[in-house]
């Protein structure tokens, strides 16, 4: 792991200095994290416009029957997917009711419905983002984890990613 640390630092330093994902391996960790690099400061370019925050509501179906490993299990996926998200563009994400936002609370611009199984040897999790008011579907995704091995951070940064590029198009 090392080694390839090493090389991924030097490519992105090199050749990748303009890639649009930098692929982190981090100390201790064999599960790579993918991440969109912060706008280039050099002199040379000028300072980039600030983004309009994108807001996203997480939402998730109640669990029936009730599951308290399974709910475990999606409460640190969302909060993981919460922080996740922000890395990968411009969002504002809050895990409030998206039909019903608080009092003075702009309503979502999409919302991300989170759908989360489990049977005898995986964790299986079924995303839907959806443009709102008009619940448009703009991305629709399954992912499947060894219920073993999930890793709530890790899944979160796989969803993310692939949730934020599918959004930002």
Do not use: M
């Not at 030097?10 to 050749?15: H, K, L, N, V």
């Not at 391996?25 to 983004?51: C, D, H, W």
């Not at 990968?88 to 702009?106: C, D, K, M, N, Q």
Request: neutral net charge; hydrophobic residues 40%.
């Amino acid at each position: 792991a090392f080694n390839v640390r090493s090389k991924l630092k030097a490519y992105y330093e090199r050749e990748g200095a303009a890639d649009p994902v930098l692929i982190v391996l981090e100390p201790g960790n064999y599960v790579p994290i993918f991440k969109i690099p912060p706008p280039s400061t050099t002199p040379a370019t000028r300072a980039p416009q600030p983004a309009k925050a994108i807001r996203l509501a997480l939402s998730s179906d109640s669990l029936t029957p009730p599951n308290p490993q399974l709910q475990l299990h999606l409460d640190s996926l969302l909060r993981a997917l919460t922080g996740s998200l922000v890395q990968f563009g411009p969002f504002h994400v809050t895990t409030l009711s998206p039909s019903a936002p608080a009092v003075g609370e702009t309503p979502s611009d999409f919302v991300i419905q989170c759908h989360i199984q489990q049977s005898q040897t995986q964790i299986k999790v079924d995303l839907q983002a959806r443009q709102s008011p008009n619940h448009y579907v703009v991305w629709a995704r399954s992912f499947a984890w060894d219920d073993a091995d999930f890793d709530p951070v890790h899944a979160a940064s796989q969803v993310a990613f692939q949730a934020s590029r599918a959004i930002l198009n």
